[in-house]
């Protein structure tokens, strides 16, 4: 996600640029997938059988509003990653992802196992509690290092150096002189 909101932050394109794109890309793989997974031998099948009539009413309206949906998805995906940071975009996700598994098990049968739908919520649960790990011990001054600091700028009337002539270069010492 931090990559992604850093392309959409750089690049350079408007958000219907990024749904452009990211459609061209997933036509470009469409085939590959197609042939791999045998579905174009269901495709020829389906045509062959409706050789007077290629296209339904019906049919023709589904898969319409189909991409229609996919890409007004697409579009307010792109515009949230460019409005909101990465993690809020996440969160967003999670709470969407659980809504969707939520409603889906209230109105169909045909959903997860009770076994995968608590696999689910351990892994939701897991990224909420997750915080990340304190880096490295000295990273962060200590406060007691932060106090001794004052103290001896204090004592040196504010100043950073404790002799006037210190961390004044050679012509500065010189000058002094």
């Keep these: 996600m931090v990559y992604i909101k850093h392309m959409v932050t750089n690049l350079g394109l408007n958000t219907w640029g990024f749904v452009l794109y990211n459609n061209l890309l997933s036509l470009m793989m469409a085939p ?18 409706n050789s007077g009539n290629w296209v339904e009413q019906g049919a023709f ?16 995906g792109f515009a949230t990653r460019k409005a ?25 049968d045909k959903h997860a196992s009770p076994f995968g739908l608590v696999c689910l919520l351990f892994t939701l649960i897991g990224g909420v509690l997750y915080q990340q790990s304190v880096t490295g011990a000295g990273s962060a001054p200590s406060q007691r ?4 600091s004052k103290q001896v700028d204090i004592e040196n009337d504010g100043d950073d150096f404790g002799d006037k002539d210190e961390g004044k270069g050679i012509s500065g010492k010189l000058a002094a002189v």
């Design 84 to 108: 909101i940071s990465a993690t809020a975009f996440t969160v967003t996700g999670v709470v969407n992802k659980f809504l969707t598994v939520a409603i889906n098990v209230l109105i169909w």
């Design 61 to 76: 309206f589904a898969v319409s509003l189909s991409c229609v949906f996919g890409l007004l998805i697409s579009f307010f």
């Design 145 to 148: 290092d932060s106090s001794a």
């Design 32 to 49: 590959v997938f197609w042939i791999a997974t045998g579905e174009y031998v269901e495709v020829f099948a389906a045509v062959g059988a």
